[in-house]
């Protein structure tokens, strides 16, 4: 039987020992971080040193070494960021994977030779995006997680040159990877920079805003870990290349058992297996060395109230039975597996409205009998220096299987450990005869030395010089650059004596011309490096974008609703924006194009904003809203492109335009506009727009960003219901409902028109005292959005464009009159706060 083609299984790695662990348990590459610009801020990090050893373990085993290079950089980061780069690179990296548009450009022109991934941070997850992929020259794009198979189906028929990647198992985030601004906003830590602050994991609580009900709580955004060894066949068969496991902050011996039981699955594959889902025996590893409780993620479709974890974020554990009783300070358990010494434990309250549990380690073991497939054992646990006792009736959770982190352990014991990855090797040549000086010539690649002795050879007496005492002496090397590889000797005389002390002096030498020799050598590629790199960051392709028609000032307001887009046409908008999809239900196209109608005769124009995530099935509900060729704000990548060269559109902010090179890029792909980054401080707006005088940009000034874009819907998991059938709950019953976390503060959520959630922040932005400096750096277009009910929409409005006019005048401008109408219920935003 002939073996079939299975895609490449890509093993995370945080440490050394990860990634020994991977490449002992089958994984065809491994993708880490090094200590600067990747998404993992503390953890899981490797230093310039350890990558090259990682290269070294990962290549001698003919595994290949992703970098993840997948932070957004600002502009003062762009050259920094590339010399670090180019030194990753230099360790021996294969790949490197990338958030940042405008960096793949830049990687592209300093270092071609590098293949570039797209980062599913990107958040590319239909043809529309994957095709601008392909495009810019990405050789392969990590899809989004909540894509289906057939939303890959789709895109590999759409765009079948580009290489697609999916993850398979591990943690997931709830929201749309790249569109999570959640946690930078309630704590300056980014997840588009790495610092995601897991916002996703706190308990809160679901209320309906009109009655005050709470209509569920709990860990209601904290999704379960993903698992989709049940889809591999279907995957595989779509012709997805790669394999993704989620986890590089997590310990080699989960990298080991994860990998290990993939690569068996993917072997049957290989051999021909068809339709055999894994037993549960071979399931039950994984759930043991971690898991939050599996889910096969949206690959079948979307998921429901088993999505989330719901009780708790953290690891579960496997259930193995129950406390039955006590001896003395040990207890009796009945359980399905047997405990061994070194287990970690939990014990769970039987009372399902409690939440208590504890735990500890088991120090001791008696078995006491089988029966009915239940081990009694006599156990004794501690925590710490305390024993710990629990009632009868509490469930035994077992957190660690100390014979399966052995047995992980010792999978990867024998991979070596590489040492002094990078040395230089260095070849040396011996000359000399009985009363002249020992001459060497040492070379190491272009580099060469002779170093000539000060002392006579001489005839021996008892030792002469060989090839143990030469290369003994000589490959002394340690603390150098170089490593000693070959001696030749055919040169140098039999019988003759030198002493030590005159070897190490020679060696010495040499070593100090080769280092001298070396650093001349560097400091030159050093320069021609940073010379493409200082030509590459400064020359920005600047073609002036499209002119603003709406005259010396853009004031654009967002709105959902039809009174809110009169009532912001009234406060002296130049725009509206009408984002028929946040909610339910989208009124009439009739009436939004009376409503175009109506605002052209004030002279006021109408955008539609188009939603970020448009899967493959959701084009056909959009479509009809796209002909009305209404000019479009749009976060959605592959529409900027497709409808950019016939019309107007404004780039969103979720497209996370962090630098002048992503700002070129998308010109180039056709937006007209750009909306900054949220992530932005004034001065990083500066440096952003100043190759353009701040002309072509747009600056998110007032509202409520979207924090997150969530596949899973809150409100319908409340009811036990099925998203997508259950629009009475959003529509008729619940109509405005928000999320409440520990601290107070409440987020508004939004059923859209595809039934995803999205999640609004606590508070409005203000920016209005920042209009100033915004208008001194050129920027002329303004936007605020009205996402929720009850803001005073006419009055902000109003008091955004008295300001801005003053400004158009130059005459001085007032105070801000939208801080009074907000009462203090208000944030800053990123303006002074940097991510």
């Not at 946690?183 to 920079?193: L, T, V």
Request: with cysteine; hydrophobic share 40%.
């Amino acid at each position: 039987m002939s073996r079939r083609h299975v895609p490449e299984l890509l093993a995370p790695a945080g440490t050394l020992d990860a990634v020994r662990a991977a490449v002992a348990n089958g994984a065809n590459a491994v993708y880490l971080g090094a200590s600067m610009y990747n998404a993992r801020d503390e953890g899981a990090q490797l230093s310039l040193d350890e990558l090259g050893q990682a290269c070294a373990i990962a290549h001698a085993r003919g595994v290949r070494v992703y970098l993840t290079f997948n932070v957004l950089i600002k502009p003062h980061e762009l050259t920094e960021a590339l010399v670090y780069l180019g030194e990753c690179i230099d360790r021996g990296i294969d790949a490197a994977i990338v958030q940042d548009l405008g960096v793949v450009r830049l990687i592209q022109q300093v270092y071609p030779q590098l293949e570039v991934h797209g980062s599913t941070q990107m958040t590319v997850h239909d043809a529309g995006g994957a095709l601008v992929m392909q495009e810019m020259g990405i050789e392969r794009v990590v899809l989004a997680r909540e894509n289906t198979l057939e939303d890959i189906r789709a895109i590999r028929e759409a765009v079948p040159d580009i290489g697609l990647e999916t993850f398979v198992h591990g943690a997931l985030c709830i929201s749309y990877s790249g569109q999570c601004f959640m946690s930078g906003m309630i704590s300056e830590r980014s997840a588009n920079r790495g610092s995601c602050a897991q916002s996703c994991r706190k308990d809160y609580t679901l209320n309906d805003e009109l009655t005050g009900e709470t209509l569920d709580s709990g860990y209601l955004i904290s999704t379960k870990d993903l698992a989709a060894h049940d889809h591999l066949e279907e995957i595989a068969k779509l012709g997805v290349g790669c394999l993704k496991v989620e986890g590089r902050k997590k310990k080699p011996e989960y990298v080991a058992t994860v990998t290990k039981a993939y690569r068996g699955w993917l072997d049957g594959i290989a051999r021909g297996e068809e339709g055999r889902a894994p037993t549960i025996e071979e399931v039950e590893p994984l759930v043991q060395i971690f898991s939050r409780g599996n889910t096969g993620g949206m690959y079948g479709g979307r998921q429901g109230r088993e999505y989330i974890t719901r009780t708790q974020p953290d690891n579960r554990g496997l259930t193995l039975g129950t406390v039955v009783g006590q001896e003395g300070d040990d207890l009796v358990v009945e359980v399905s597996r047997p405990l061994t010494v070194g287990d970690g434990l939990g014990f769970e309250s039987p009372d399902p409205s409690s939440s208590a549990n504890i735990g500890g380690t088991v120090q001791s073991v008696r078995a006491m009998g089988t029966r009915d497939g239940l081990h009694c054992q006599v156990i004794s646990v501690r925590s710490g220096l305390r024993t710990t006792r629990v009632a009868n009736g509490w469930r035994v959770v077992r957190t660690s299987d100390a014979r399966l982190l052995s047995d992980a352990q010792a999978s990867y014991a024998n991979v070596p450990m590489p040492e002094r990855v990078g040395a230089i090797r260095v070849d040396v040549r011996c000359f000399g005869h009985a009363g002249g000086p020992l001459k060497t010539v040492w070379r190491a690649g272009e580099l060469e030395v002779s170093v000539r002795g000060e002392v006579t050879l001489a005839p021996a007496s008892k030792r002469s010089l060989d090839m143990t005492q030469v290369r003994e002496q000589l490959g002394r090397l340690g603390g150098t650059a170089f490593k000693l590889g070959s001696i030749d000797m055919s040169g140098l005389g039999d019988g003759l004596f030198l002493p030590v002390s005159e070897l190490n002096r020679i060696r010495q030498d040499a070593v100090e011309q080769l280092q001298e020799q070396l650093g001349w050598a560097r400091s030159s590629d050093e320069a021609v490096r940073l010379a493409q790199i200082a030509e590459a960051v400064a020359t920005v392709p600047v073609e002036r974008p499209a002119a603003d028609v709406s005259g010396p000032v853009a004031l654009r307001a967002i709105v959902y609703d039809l009174d809110s887009a009169r009532e912001a046409a009234a406060g002296g908008a130049t725009e509206v924006v009408f984002d028929p999809f946040l909610r339910h239900p989208a009124p009439p196209r009739s009436r939004v194009l009376a409503l175009r109608d109506e605002l052209a005769g004030q002279g006021i124009g109408l955008r539609l904003r188009t939603p970020t995530i448009v899967r493959p099935e959701d084009r056909k509900a959009i479509a009809p809203w796209l002909a009305l060729g209404l000019p479009l704000l749009s976060g959605h990548l592959g529409l900027i492109r497709e409808f950019g060269g016939e019309r107007d559109v404004i780039a969103d902010y979720a497209i996370n335009v962090f630098n002048e090179h992503t700002a070129a890029m998308m010109f180039e792909v056709g937006a007209s506009r750009l909306v900054a980054s949220i992530e932005l401080t004034v001065e990083e707006l500066q440096a952003l727009g100043a190759p353009w005088g701040g002309g072509g940009f747009d600056v998110l000034v007032y509202g409520r960003p979207e924090g997150m874009t969530i596949e899973h819907c809150v409100l319908s998991a409340a009811f036990d219901r099925v998203a997508t059938t259950c629009r009475d709950l959003c529509v008729q019953k619940h109509t405005q409902v928000s999320l409440t976390d520990p601290a107070g503060y409440t987020f508004g959520v939004a059923t859209d028109s595809a039934c995803r959630n999205r999640l609004l922040h606590s508070r409005p932005i203000d920016g209005s005292e920042f209009l100033p400096a915004l208008w001194a750096q050129g920027i002329r277009g303004y936007q605020m959005v009205f996402n929720v009910a009850g803001d005073p929409v006419q009055q902000l409005v109003r008091a955004y464009r008295t300001t801005l006019d003053a400004l158009v005048n130059r005459e001085p401008t007032p105070a801000s009159a939208s801080r009074a109408l907000l009462d203090g219920a208000f944030t800053r935003g990123h303006f002074v706060r940097a991510v």
